[in-house]
């Protein structure tokens, strides 16, 4: 807030697989100490009005649904009564040995800027063009957050070799102070990388197949096991995936199209987190067959929104020109400075319908309900 004290904003009964939510306020600003005692009271209010007997209702956002965030939100405060600033409540002392665990690197001052950066930069379109898409700016001056993608055609998304793996510790440990970490995107992240060390991280990522510079793009697709390798699953996902890498190989094009989130789940459970991305899909069984329903419009991050399934679903062998439809409908309207899912909002779903099912749209809805 405005004198710095660190406050929580909690959200509940935000979720995906088969009931999509999202979460609602129940607090607007609650101080950091309060975090344990209040969250055990939403957990309290779950335990006792909630669906324990149904394992498919059993989730604090079936609650939140059923009696109305408000609500909620009262039996929580109601509870919270009984615990507030009681022993559970933080101390300083207690947020400073937890603090302790979780130290930056112990990173020498560098200059903000980099010659022999901006030399190699300026001389290697390569070069520049992974810098545009996997390197992102960072607290410390001198230093940049990288993010090596895991998303090259032809390998499931998120894959990596026990070579690729020995590979990464290498450059973790020689440019990135030994850490690394997974992000829920299924990439890489080196979080501490000095701007002079980029061109040697790039070239050595770049040796093990590491350097894909398609952050953001469509073809960094989040996707699940799916039915390769999901014993849950109602289709297939990660050939899908790759038909769809290989239909957007051109990287030009890609980098005209912009950001775009696609993403692929291939069942309800929506571990691909299909209902948040810009184009989601799902695999569903029909009548024994594998089919895939379309979305468009989800989107993670500060303005989350769930997607909108755009009609019936389509063969496997469909899908990849059901997504160019969709990219050409939205190259086609977007102003220059919208991003796919800007241009969805703004002109909704009709257009990209009529682009996808066209005069085929009453044959597609008799053949595959
Ligand atoms: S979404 Fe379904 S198919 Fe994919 S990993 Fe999760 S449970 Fe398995």
Not at 198 to 209: D, K, P, S, T
Request: hydrophobic residues 40%.
């Amino acid at each position: 807030d405005e004198k710095g004290e660190v406050l929580a904003r909690v959200i509940v009964g935000g979720g995906m697989g088969r009931t999509p939510t999202l979460g609602s306020v129940i607090q607007e600003a609650l101080p950091w100490q309060h975090l344990p005692t209040y969250l055990d009271a939403v957990l309290r209010v779950y335990n006792r009005y909630g669906r324990r007997d149904n394992a498919y209702k059993a989730r604090i956002k079936i609650l939140v649904k059923a009696i109305g965030a408000e609500a909620f939100a009262r039996q929580v405060d109601e509870e919270w009564t009984l615990e507030r600033d009681g022993i559970a409540t933080v101390t300083q002392a207690e947020l400073d040995r937890a603090s302790a665990a979780f130290t930056d690197p112990d990173a020498p001052e560098r200059p903000a800027t980099d010659a022999g950066f901006d030399a190699k930069r300026a001389s290697d379109p390569a070069f520049a063009r992974w810098v545009s898409r996997c390197v992102r700016g960072h607290k410390r001056p001198g230093y940049r957050a990288v993010t090596l993608s895991l998303k090259p055609t032809g390998v499931a998304p998120g894959d990596i070799s026990c070579e690729q793996m020995d590979a990464l510790a290498d450059l973790a440990d020689r440019y990135s102070f030994g850490e690394l970490r997974v992000s829920h995107e299924q990439n890489v992240v080196l979080a501490d990388v000095a701007l002079a060390d980029l061109y040697e991280l790039w070239l050595g990522a770049r040796a093990h197949g590491l350097a894909t510079p398609n952050i953001g793009l469509l073809t960094d697709i989040i996707c699940c096991p799916g039915g390769d390798f999901c014993s849950l699953a109602n289709a297939k996902s990660i050939p899908i995936a790759q038909a769809i890498q290989e239909a957007f190989e051109n990287l030009d094009y890609l980098y005209d199209v912009g950001d775009l989130e696609l993403n692929i789940s291939g069942c309800m459970n929506s571990c691909g987190h299909h209902h948040v991305g810009h184009i989601g899909i799902l695999g569903v069984d029909k009548t024994g067959s594998e089919w895939y329903q379309v979305s468009i419009g989800g989107s993670q991050g500060n303005q989350t929104s769930l997607g909108d399934v755009i009609g019936p679903s389509f063969a496997a062998e469909e899908v990849p020109d059901v997504v160019t439809k969709l990219v050409d409908t939205y190259v086609e309207h977007r102003t220059p400075e919208e991003r796919f899912i800007d241009t969805v909002r703004r002109i909704g779903m009709a257009p990209f319908k009529a682009r996808v099912y066209g005069e085929s749209t009453k044959k597609a809805e008799v053949t595959h309900g």
